[in-house]
């Protein structure tokens, strides 16, 4: 019995040991895209990095690594090309939206770019809005959800890219750290004066949007015919809202109930979140893809496994092996907030090799675009299963595409 025991103690000691370990490097910190296009485009670029930005980073080492980090490797669906944010944290928007083109592709046949800056227009308004109703006690930020997408359509509709674009003065990128910077100073004044007139309020932010980025149209020509918003979202795009749900997946609410997904930039505390175990909600996520179904997605994108180089997204050894992340790590990291709600993305396809899937996500964030514009990795990441698994919270997708969640 002593010498069975001291063999399985030593099988398993060879086991561990000989389990793949990945390795890390430290790089300094390069100019990218946003300081080379976007904050160029804002005219506004510091003369020299700071000393903070010459920091060196640390990250999983994946040179020597076979990636699938080439768009044409995997089975994907329409979608308008990627494009950029800009220096504004809407990702919320640029990524849902995104999503809706696909949506309409889908289901009428027709290729339309819309306007992620009416959303994120609208969506201004009603952030004020909530911040002057409850007195300061409402958080008035860049960010918000994907379901806010949803919910502005729903009393403002939608209108094509080319109608309203929110680019002025020949700008070639958004930029709203000005504009933000000013709206929030007088919120925040009237917090200090307690001159909390709603509507007066409501157009003074407006006014302030309109400057920055233009007014945008209650009426525009589609067609030859005179359009609102509202119409061309029933009537045009044929998108209906409530045929779209958010899925949601962490251990700290109830399973199979609607829930608050509780983060900062779910200001207006929704409570309209499926939540699911792990499990189902990564069999819907595989389930959804191949049907022919593309995605919002949102999570952490800030990790060591997260290469701006490849453009990839693994979970290194180091932090936890594949076969420990479950529920259990998953919520651990996003109690102790090293995952937050920092990015939301669109998932367009999939790619399956020796058991393993790897999902093609466009993205509108700089970090994606740090690349020669030629290179078909540009706007693109490539996530493991595994880094969705941990790192990736909750999505927006077509309820036909998850029917098994619903049984």
């Known amino acids: 019995m002593k010498k069975y025991c001291l063999l399985i103690m030593a099988l398993l000691s060879v086991s561990a040991y000989s389990q793949k370990k990945d390795k890390s490097v430290f790089k300094e910190y390069e100019p990218g895209f946003y300081q080379n296009f976007i904050m160029k485009d804002a005219r506004h670029v510091k003369a020299e990095m700071n000393k903070k930005d010459m920091e060196k980073l640390f990250f999983m080492d994946q040179s020597d690594l076979e ?29 849902t939206i995104s999503m809706y083109e696909s949506e309409v592709k889908r289901l009428t046949g027709q290729e339309i770019k819309l ?145 608050e997904y509780k983060v900062p930039d779910n200001w207006w505390h929704s409570k309209g979140y499926f939540n699911v175990p792990l499990d189902d909600f990564m069999e819907a996520l595989k389930e959804a893809v191949k049907a022919g179904y593309t995605i919002s997605i949102g999570g952490d994108v800030s990790e060591a496994g997260f290469s701006r180089e490849t453009n990839v997204a693994l979970v290194p050894s180091f932090d936890v092996p594949s076969e420990y992340i479950d529920e259990d790590a998953r919520q651990f990291r996003f109690s102790n907030h090293s995952t937050t709600d920092d990015h939301g993305m669109h998932l367009v396809g999939y790619y399956e090799n020796d058991g393993k899937i790897w999902y093609l996500i466009k993205d509108s964030s700089s970090g994606s675009r740090n690349m020669d514009k030629s290179d078909k990795k540009f706007g693109y990441y490539f996530f493991s299963e595994d880094y969705v698994r941990l790192k990736m919270m909750g999505v927006t997708v077509r309820k036909d595409a998850v029917k098994s969640l619903f049984k």
């Open 67 to 95: 990636l699938p980090n080439d768009p044409s490797l995997y089975k994907s669906y329409w979608h308008t090309p990627p494009i950029s944010q800009g220096n504004t944290g809407t990702c919320w928007c640029f990524s």
């Open 115 to 259: 306007s992620e800056i009416y959303i994120v227009y609208w969506e201004y308004v009603e952030k004020a809005r909530g911040f002057i109703q409850k007195r300061g006690n409402s958080n008035f930020a860049e960010g918000s959800e994907g379901n806010a997408v949803a919910r502005i359509m729903n009393t403002h509709g939608l209108v094509p890219w080319d109608v309203y674009n929110g680019l002025v003065g020949g700008r070639k990128y958004h930029d709203h750290s000005d504009m933000y910077r000013e709206m929030n100073t007088f919120l925040l004044s009237l917090k200090n004066t307690n001159a909390w007139n709603e509507k007066e309020s409501l157009e003074t932010i407006k006014s302030i949007m309109n400057y920055y980025m233009g007014t945008p149209p209650e009426k525009f020509e589609w067609e030859g015919n005179e359009i609102t918003p509202k119409d061309f979202q029933k009537n045009i795009l044929k998108i209906n809202t409530d045929d779209y749900v958010e899925i949601l997946s962490y251990k700290q609410e109830p399973y199979w109930e609607n829930v």
